[in-house]
């Protein structure tokens, strides 16, 4: 089965691949989506118990560039960011998702350095 995935893979022209990179880059993702997805992995806690949201606030104010304190004052699911930076906020988190998925599939060395 694995070999019929792998001729698979090998039949889709590399540009199809790269377009929909492209197409997906372009999309917005929502803050609490983001999260979603990825705050249960990097702070190992669920969104039913107690510190999500704060670890939420936490990353999205370290991809937005933004303040703690100004990315808690979206609202409880973080939806009510200013409206005049919308485009380059949900950029940015998609940009991050992107860069997150892609540290999934290519893992570094054991000797790569840590900083």
Request: charged share 30%; aromatic share 10%.
């Amino acid at each position: 089965m694995r070999d019929e995935g792998a001729k698979i893979l090998l039949a889709i022209p590399p540009w199809t691949s790269h377009k929909r990179v492209d197409v997906v880059r372009r999309q917005p993702l929502e803050p609490w989506e983001y999260c979603r997805r990825w705050v249960p992995k990097f702070y190992k806690i669920e969104p039913d118990e107690h510190g999500y949201r704060i670890a939420c606030v936490k990353e999205i104010a370290r991809i937005t560039g933004y303040k703690y304190s100004s990315v808690n004052n979206w609202g409880p699911t973080l939806e009510s960011y200013p409206q005049k930076l919308k485009d380059q906020i949900l950029q940015s988190i998609r940009k991050e998702d992107i860069i997150n998925q892609v540290r999934e599939l290519i893992p570094l060395p054991p000797n790569f350095p840590e900083e």
